[in-house]
């Protein structure tokens, strides 16, 4: 058990709809970062957040959007949802947000499937 | 981007053989980082490797990474079942960036 607690542990929608992933991190980290993981594209970055506040941004899409609660837990919301965004979401957390080699740890995964 | 390619992508062994996946790409990364992510839970760090030539060992696990830092190799052992998993290497995007780019992984089976 690596401390962060993803909610819901399965999702399935269809298409056009709008969801929202919810992450707590591990006691006393501060950063937030969420990944997509898909059979061809492997895990990829989307978004890092830090104390509450955008980090760094990756291959986010534009129907993406992601927060940071000022009690630290995370939400990334994904909207009109296509066939393509079926994927696991992962949320991972960390101490730091600014460099360094701090380790992430991650969370199991929301499995969201798009019909 | 950084790529990260890593081979062979998919590995199916009897337990007890020893076995060796590697992490290429052609860029000099300042760390790289290798994960174990079994089904349905997220990825867990194995080891965080720095220093060019550096080799680091976890029980029956083999770190390296390459002298010019562009690539590195993980070393199994006398695999046993418990090892079943996807092994991904990770780099980060930059200094002073925590963005972790991941390579497809190597999906290994270790066959009792």
């Known amino acids: 058990d690596s401390g962060v607690t993803q909610t819901p542990k399965h999702l399935i929608t269809a298409t056009g709809q709008r969801v929202t992933l919810r992450c707590s991190p591990r006691?006393?980290?501060?950063?937030v970062y969420w990944y997509q993981q898909s059979l061809d594209q492997g895990l990829q970055f989307l978004i890092q957040?830090?104390?509450?506040?955008?980090?760094a941004k990756g291959n986010i899409l534009e129907r993406f959007s992601a927060q940071q609660f000022p009690d630290l837990h995370s939400e990334l919301n994904l909207s009109s949802l296509e066939l393509g965004d079926s994927a696991l979401y992962f949320c991972?957390?960390?101490?730091?947000?600014?460099?360094?080699?701090?380790?992430?740890?991650f969370g199991p995964g929301t499995r969201l499937t798009v019909l | 981007t950084q790529l990260l390619e890593q081979s062979p992508q998919f590995l199916s062994i009897q337990e007890g053989e020893n076995l060796t996946v590697y992490c290429n790409s052609s860029?000099?990364?300042?760390?790289l980082q290798w994960y174990r992510q079994e089904p349905g839970e997220g990825p867990v760090l194995l080891v965080t490797?720095?220093?060019?030539?550096e080799v680091k060992k976890l029980k029956r696990l083999t770190f390296q990474f390459g002298d010019a830092r562009k690539d590195s190799s993980l070393h199994i052992t006398a695999a046993q079942p418990g090892d079943t998993g996807l092994y991904l290497c990770?780099?980060?995007?930059?200094?002073?960036?925590?963005?972790?780019?991941f390579g497809k992984g190597t999906k290994l089976s270790v066959i009792p």
């Open positions: 990770a780099a980060l995007s930059g200094a002073g960036s925590y963005q972790l780019t």
């Open positions: 006691s006393g980290d501060l950063s």
């Open positions: 991972a957390s960390s101490v730091g947000g600014s460099g360094g080699t701090d380790t992430q740890y």
């Open positions: 490797v720095v220093t060019g030539g």
């Open positions: 860029s000099v990364f300042s760390s």
């Open positions: 957040y830090y104390n509450g506040e955008e980090r």
